[in-house]
T-cell receptor, first 114, second 112 residues
Framework: GENVEQHPSTLSVQEGDSAVIKCTYS??????FPWYKQELGKGPQLIID?????GEKKDQRIAVTLNKTAKHFSLHITETQPEDSAVYFC?????????????FGKGTHLIIQP | DAGVIQSPRHEVTEMGQEVTLRCKPI?????LFWYRQTMMRGLELLIY????????DSGMPEDRFSAKMPNASFSTLKIQPSEPRDSAVYFC??????????FGQGTRLTVV
C-alpha cells in the first residue's frame, strides 16, 4: 500500500518569512495530492490540492509543487501570518479524495513566531 | 449545508462497553470515510463507502470494529467491546466523486 513520509515534524518560522513542508510517497499509482490544515479541536480542512498532470499550483500565499519522477511534493507558504499556525498534513491517493480514501503523512506542527 | 456532522463530540466509556459513533455526510455526497487519529499513528483510514456500499475495510483494526451505512445520509462506526487502546479522535469525511473530502469535527473517544 501507499506510504507517505512528511518532514519536518515541527517548523518554527518568524512572521513574514516563508515555510516549506515536504512529503514523499511510495506508490507510483498515486495521482492526487491534497494538503490539509488542522487547528486545535477541529477536523482537517483542505487548503490546496494538486493532481499529477500539473507540476505546480498556487493560491494566493500558498503553493504546492509536485515531482512525480522523484515521488515528492511540497507545500510553500509565503508571508506567514499568526493564523497560519496549525498542524499541516499532506496526503496521497490513486484517484481523488472521493474515490478511495487518503493516505496521510504524520503532520507538521507549524509555529509562527511574532 | 452544515458540513459533515458527527455525534457525539466527546465520549467517555468504560472498557468492555459498546460505543457507537455517528456521522451525517454532506447532502449529495456519494462517498463516506471513517478515519482514526492518534499521536502515535496519525490519521488512518479505517473504512470507506461508495454509494452506501463498503468498498475497503482493510483499515479496520479488529473484528471489534464495524461500520454501516444504511442510507446516503447516515453512517455508524461501532466498537464492541471497547478497549483503552481504542481511545482516539474518530473523523468522518465525505466527498462527491474524486473531489475534495470534507471532514467533520470528530468524536474524541476515551475508554477508561
Amino acid at each position: 500500500g501507499e506510504n507517505v513520509e512528511q518532514h519536518p515534524s515541527t517548523l518554527s518560522v518568524q512572521e513574514g518569512d516563508s515555510a516549506v513542508i515536504k512529503c514523499t510517497y511510495s506508490d507510483s499509482a498515486s495521482n492526487y495530492f491534497p494538503w490539509y490544515k488542522q487547528e486545535l479541536g477541529k477536523g482537517p480542512q483542505l487548503i490546496i490540492d494538486i493532481r499529477s498532470n500539473v507540476g505546480e499550483k498556487k493560491d494566493q500565499r500558498i503553493a504546492v509543487t509536485l515531482n512525480k519522477t522523484a515521488k515528492h511534493f511540497s507545500l510553500h507558504i509565503t508571508e506567514t501570518q499568526p493564523e497560519d499556525s496549525a498542524v499541516y498534513f499532506c496526503a496521497a491517493s490513486p484517484a481523488g479524495g472521493g474515490a478511495d480514501g487518503l493516505t496521510f503523512g504524520k503532520g507538521t506542527h507549524l509555529i509562527i513566531q511574532p | 449545508d452544515a458540513g459533515v456532522i458527527q455525534s457525539p463530540r466527546h465520549e467517555v466509556t468504560e472498557m468492555g462497553q459498546e460505543v457507537t459513533l455517528r456521522c451525517k455526510p454532506i447532502s449529495g455526497h456519494n462517498s463516506l470515510f471513517w478515519y482514526r487519529q492518534t499521536m502515535m499513528r496519525g490519521l488512518e483510514l479505517l473504512i470507506y463507502f461508495n454509494n452506501n456500499v463498503p468498498i475497503d475495510d482493510s483499515g479496520m483494526p479488529e473484528d471489534r470494529f464495524s461500520a454501516k451505512m444504511p442510507n446516503a445520509s447516515f453512517s455508524t462506526l461501532k466498537i464492541q467491546p471497547s478497549e483503552p487502546r481504542d481511545s482516539a479522535v474518530y473523523f468522518c469525511a465525505s466527498s462527491l466523486g474524486i473531489n475534495e473530502a470534507f471532514f467533520g469535527q470528530g468524536t474524541r473517544l476515551t475508554v477508561v
